[in-house]
């Protein structure tokens, strides 16, 4: 009998979707969402909405893509292999924004937003013009949303300056609707913690903080890790739970590229 008939299909992975921009060192943006969602199990794919020249030290140059091109990458893997989850990255422009937000109206599949305004290095990846559309069109698609204290602050102008701030950010950031927020207290001295709550439920995720100055990617890391649990049909909590577990080694074991700041480590598991 020959050795193909004791084959079984090939199981097929769940596949999660990112919609962000193209980080050239590898460290964040889509390169990042694609390794983190390969470390994860499932199948990523990706929709592209700016091209950057990046390295460790900064952002030299990034170019928006058209809003047709957006689209017909989204309509192209959507209605053919579908999704089991999306995440957002960088937008960068109102229009692209609005485009983005139409588009996962339209979807049945939970949505992981990472309001994306400056990169690690304090470059802008976010238009101005385009807060509104991420307040009012964008925040209201998400399952979860993941901004970090800047970001907090530029959507809704709450500054945290330590942990019991962290409520009064969470719940400005929910009343534009998202299900649930994380906000990503890293920025806080002491250790890393982060606030996860729908408004009546609260989790405190805390992790020690590593001596390593190498975390580029971490944002986008936690929100496609996130993702990928929720595409694996894990629930909010258990998901975001282990894609803090994993980023949390990830900046354990990140590494120098360059002359500036490395990436965090996508593959330390594997290592």
């Known amino acids: 009998m020959p050795i193909s008939e004791h084959v079984s299909p090939p199981r097929v ?8 921009g193209s980080d050239s060192g590898g460290g964040a943006g889509i390169q990042a969402d694609l390794k983190t969602m390969l470390a994860f199990g499932v199948h990523g794919m990706s929709v592209l909405t700016a091209v950057t020249a990046q390295n460790s030290l900064g952002v030299q140059g990034a170019w928006e893509l058209p809003a047709e091109a957006v689209r017909a990458q989204y309509r192209s893997v959507v209605d053919d292999i579908g999704v089991q989850a999306v995440k957002t990255g960088m937008l960068s ?8 937000a139409e588009l996962l109206a339209e979807t049945d599949a939970p949505v992981v937003v990472d309001p994306v305004g400056v990169s690690k290095h304090g470059d802008p990846l976010l238009a101005a013009s385009a807060l ?56 806080l001295p002491g250790d890393a913690v982060d606030l996860l709550t729908d408004g009546d439920e609260e989790h405190w995720l805390r992790a020690p903080r590593h001596d390593n100055r190498h975390t580029h990617g971490t944002g986008c890391t936690l929100a496609s890790a996130i993702a990928a649990g929720l595409g694996g049909g894990q629930g909010v909590v258990e998901a975001v739970l282990a894609a803090k577990d994993y980023v949390t080694g990830a ?21």
């Open 132 to 187: 509104d559309g991420v307040r009012e069109l964008l925040l209201p698609t998400a399952t979860v949303a993941t901004p970090n204290l800047d970001e907090v602050a530029q959507l809704t102008g709450v500054r945290v300056e330590d942990e019991a701030e962290l409520r009064r950010a969470a719940d400005a950031v929910l009343a534009f609707g998202p299900r649930w927020v994380l906000i990503k207290g890293g920025h």
């Open 93 to 100: 422009s109102a229009e692209l924004v609005g485009t983005v």
């Open 251 to 271: 900046i354990l074991n990140g590494f120098p590229l360059g002359a500036g700041i490395g990436p965090v480590d996508h593959g330390w598991r594997l290592r």
């Open 13 to 20: 992975p769940p596949r999660v979707l990112t919609v962000a």
